[in-house]
């Protein structure tokens, strides 16, 4: 009897495939190439597809993910948005994310071994990042979250305390926060989205 083959969930695939990626990398947790003291850790997927969820965020929009590591919310990201770009600064980081996007087949990711803080991100209707470097961290990020047009969502994995500061209340407005409930479960309690309303 033939059995009809299942489809593959997405997210499985990614997930194994990435920690093949983390295996051949053979550390978890590291200092980058990235200056200003990068750092990599992975985030968890499932508060960001939570949270795309439930702001409704239309599938037609783009998405950035400033310091994209091995690509655990490239990927997520890729299953729903149009077009994902990640920016890595570190060489071997980027090409395992690489050379993960070509086993798992996504088309509409773009990982680039470029600096963010010198990128355009105007073109981006959402943008996350998960706290990827240490020094003078909180007033470039604001500096930079500055430069964002009205109307862009930042999805931020970053303590409240920095967070508080990089962006100014009189330019975002917070929308969305993982509720205390869910952040039981991980520290998601860090994951909050906000709203670009002024130039
Ligand atoms: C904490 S990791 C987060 C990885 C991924 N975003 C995630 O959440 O799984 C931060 C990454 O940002 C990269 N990074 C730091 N500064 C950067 C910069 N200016 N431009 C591009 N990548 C940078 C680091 O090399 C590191 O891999």
């Not at 070509?102 to 105007?122: H, V, W």
Request: one cysteine or more.
């Amino acid at each position: 009897m033939n059995i009809p083959s299942m489809p593959i969930c997405p997210m499985r695939s990614i997930i194994s495939t990435l920690q093949r990626a983390e295996q051949r990398l053979g550390k978890r947790y590291f200092a980058t190439e990235a200056p200003l003291g990068g750092a990599y850790i992975g985030s968890q997927y499932w508060p960001l597809l939570y949270t795309i969820e439930r702001l409704n965020m239309p599938s037609d929009w783009s998405f950035a993910d400033l310091g994209s590591g091995l690509g655990n919310i490239a990927f997520p990201a890729a299953t729903h948005f149009k077009a994902v770009v990640g920016f890595e600064l570190d060489t071997a980081l980027f090409h395992e994310a690489e050379r993960c996007r070509q086993e798992l087949g996504f088309a509409n990711i773009q990982f680039r071994q470029d600096d963010f803080l010198y990128a355009d991100l105007s073109d981006f209707n959402v943008i996350f990042f998960f706290k990827p470097f240490v020094l003078r961290f909180v007033e470039l990020m604001h500096h930079k979250m500055q430069e964002l047009r009205p109307g862009t969502r930042v999805i931020a994995n970053t303590i409240n305390y920095e967070r508080a500061r990089i962006f100014d209340p009189r330019s975002f407005e917070q929308i969305f926060e993982i509720d205390d409930q869910l952040a039981l479960r991980s520290d998601a309690e860090r994951y909050a989205t906000y709203l670009k309303v002024d130039s």
